[in-house]
């Protein structure tokens, strides 16, 4: 049985590997001191709500789930913090794929065309370039058609699986153009789901930042700190903790910002896409 | 530092010119990167991004983008502490170590590997115990040698043999396949225990199973040349090779196999190819045999060696032979079948002159096999007391 006091990470389980990530976590954190234990959840609004019912004392969100957190912390009078963040969470970019033969010069030109996006909750791959789209005057929906590969809803497009349908069915010609996290762009390239020359950018969205730990406050202050220092300590040059970083994706751990939340804010406050949940988990969370 | 990309792009291997290109740099240093591939930037955004690297769009002189990049310490951090796990060739004093740690693993020797791999449960991880200086050229000679069993024997030529001495044909390729079985499952057991950074050891271990698989063979063919069913398998044949494949130390299974159990299968090949009555039994015999001799001689070099860097083994290698010995004490050994086989084989015919010289001829085997034994025992070092005991003890089953 785990020490009762164990500090608990929540985190959603997108992909088996994640099992084997927190393990590791896991046995780090204590070699450092630190009592650790974490949960998986099988979407973000079930660990967003478990957060705030004190079952969990950080949380591993997504960009998105962040943006719940923040939200739903505001309606309760709360406050969230971003603890830290990979390297690689910070100013990504979403990009808008056209075929290379096609006419499409400009982001006005997708006016009465098709876009593939991927889930309804993708902050990178649907919520940013939909309202980057829009920024630019066009209404989804309205002024053009959104395609949606929605695979795995609840996991905010942390599954690679929509963005990589999207990208087919542009090759497919049944879309006239896709969006995907710049990341996908190099990476259905060097594995030939867009074979070389297949397809153009159209347009980058702004830069903006993925995930990060989240607390709210009331969390154990000195296991957060500790929690803190120990991620900010890993280094890629140490043998032993060297798999857990190859295999979460990053190179080293950064302090979390919030800075580059906006865009996805925006898309939100746009399409109204987070405003039930909070609602509803803001008044569970007071009942 | 400049680099020029011209058109290549990602997707057709960029990556591998900034990568080296960025080797060059020193920590903390820029290099300007250009080019004009389609979505070249927003490729080298990402591949940056996820190699730690800082990345800073640019506009270059002229219009033309251009890219700064930073190249971070993870590739050096990788490798930090990485070791070379020995040398490469064999033949060189430095190249094998004394115990390797299991954690090179796999690894090719003289590689570098990088700190961190998972550990091997490699048991076999001794130089003392596994190292011959001699397996290089063991290896060579026995990867020469390989043959082919469709051309190697004359399947095809004349074989006029009398029914009784076919018979006894098959009854002896039937036991020399059970006992090959067991020549093969001894190599190839440890094989999977040793450690990889032996190299040459396990490459020779590799062709004696491949040498036994081949054996396997070609008995078996010459067994089913004239009859459709193979001859008798016995309990007490079964009894001394389960003790030799299931010795667990690695030292003393050699000697038991290939010292003592092989060299005495050569005499046995020897007296087979001699006294075969048709040209395809005393190929099998002789292509054998052929492997043989260099399973026997490598036996020889490794426990050879063995002894001279651990003088305290030899009584370890003599407790295994008593050992066996008092595990077989309650069975037959060698069946009587096979023995019979051998006087017929030798005989060629059931004249009473022709069985006497039979007898007579596998008495001498016996004798000829106990004497090529207490040699070879003489030659690692066993006085001439201990060799005779050792030599009697050995198992009647002959491997």
């Known amino acids: 049985m785990r020490e009762r006091g164990a500090f608990v990470l929540g985190a959603v389980a997108y992909d088996p590997k994640v099992v084997a990530i927190w393990d590791g976590f896991q046995s780090y954190f204590e ?257 | 530092m400049r680099l020029d990309l011209g058109d290549l792009g990602f997707d057709e291997g960029a990556h591998l010119l900034v990568k080296r290109a960025s080797r060059q740099l020193s920590l903390g240093e820029e290099m300007h990167v250009t080019g004009n591939a389609p979505e070249l930037f927003t490729h080298l955004r990402v591949w940056c991004r996820s190699e730690g690297s800082a990345f800073r769009l640019e506009s270059g002189r002229g219009g033309d983008a251009s890219a700064a990049i930073i190249r971070s310490a993870a590739e050096s951090d990788r490798w930090a502490g990485a070791e070379s796990c020995g040398g490469a060739r064999g033949s060189e004093p430095a190249a094998v170590v004394e115990q390797p740690p299991r954690t090179w693993g796999l690894a090719a020797r003289g590689a570098t590997v990088e700190v961190g791999a998972p550990e091997y449960g490699f048991t076999l991880v001794d130089k003392t115990e596994v190292w011959s200086a001699q397996a290089p050229r063991f290896y060579a000679q026995g990867a020469a040698a390989q043959w082919d069993p469709q051309t190697a024997i004359p399947w095809d030529a004349p074989c006029d043999v009398p029914d009784d001495v076919e018979d006894a044909i098959v009854q002896i390729m039937t036991y020399l396949i059970e006992n090959e079985t067991a020549a093969l499952m001894v190599p190839s057991r440890f094989i999977a225990q040793l450690h990889p950074h032996f190299r040459e050891v396990m490459q020779v271990l590799a062709l004696q199973a491949a040498d036994e698989a081949r054996h396997i063979e070609i008995f078996t063919r010459r067994a089913l040349l004239k009859r459709d069913k193979l001859g008798l398998s016995t309990s007490g044949g079964q009894a001394s090779l389960k003790t030799l494949i299931e010795e667990p130390d690695y030292a003393v299974a050699s000697f038991l196999l290939s010292v003592l159990g092989e060299g005495t299968f050569l005499n046995l090949l020897r007296f087979i190819e001699m006294h075969a009555s048709d040209p395809i039994t005393a190929a099998v015999a002789r292509f054998a045999a052929q492997d043989e001799a260099r399973h026997v001689a490598f036996g020889l070099a490794h426990i050879g060696e063995h002894l001279e860097r651990n003088p305290a083994a030899r009584s370890r290698l003599a407790a295994g032979v008593r050992r066996r010995s008092d595990a077989l004490r309650h069975t037959a050994g060698l069946n009587a079948e096979v023995f019979d086989a051998l006087i017929i084989l030798a005989a060629g015919s059931w004249e009473h002159a022709a069985i006497r010289r039979g007898f007579q001829r596998v008495m001498q085997l016996t004798r000829d096999m106990d004497e090529g034994r207490q040699k070879r025992l003489a030659r690692l070092g066993f006085d001439q007391r201990e060799a005779m005991e050792l030599s009697g003890l050995h198992t009647r089953n002959f491997m």
């Open chain 1, 31 to 287: 070699r450092n001191g630190l009592a650790f234990d974490y949960v998986l959840f099988t979407n973000y609004e079930r660990q967003v709500e478990a957060h705030f019912a004190g079952q969990i004392d950080i949380a591993w969100n997504s960009p998105l789930a962040w943006l719940q957190a923040e939200r739903i912390a505001a309606a309760l009078g709360r406050r969230v913090e971003a603890v830290c963040m990979r390297d690689t969470d910070r100013d990504l970019t979403s990009a808008i794929l056209v075929r290379s033969d096609g006419e499409l010069q400009k982001v006005a030109d997708l006016k009465g065309k098709r876009v593939a996006v991927g889930a309804h909750d993708s902050p990178q791959a649907t919520l940013i370039p939909l309202d980057f789209i829009a920024d630019g005057g066009l209404i989804p929906g309205r002024d053009f058609e959104v395609r949606y590969f929605d695979l795995l809803v609840g996991k905010h497009g942390d599954h690679i699986g929509g963005e990589r349908e999207a990208a087919r069915a542009l090759l497919r010609g049944d879309v006239d153009a896709a969006c995907m996290i710049d990341s996908n762009v190099l990476l259905f390239a060097q594995e030939a789901t867009l074979p070389s020359g297949s397809t153009r950018v159209l347009a980058h969205t702004p830069a903006y930042d993925h995930c990060n730990f989240t607390v709210l406050d009331g969390a154990p202050a000195g296991s957060v700190q500790r929690f803190r220092e120990l991620l900010l300590a890993m280094s890629y040059s140490d043998p032993d903790v060297r798999p857990l970083l190859d295999m979460e994706g990053l190179k080293r751990w950064m302090p979390g910002r919030t800075a580059g939340y906006g865009a996805l804010s925006a898309a939100l406050d746009r399409f109204g896409t987070v405003d039930e949940f909070v609602l509803f988990a803001s008044a569970r969370t007071c009942a």
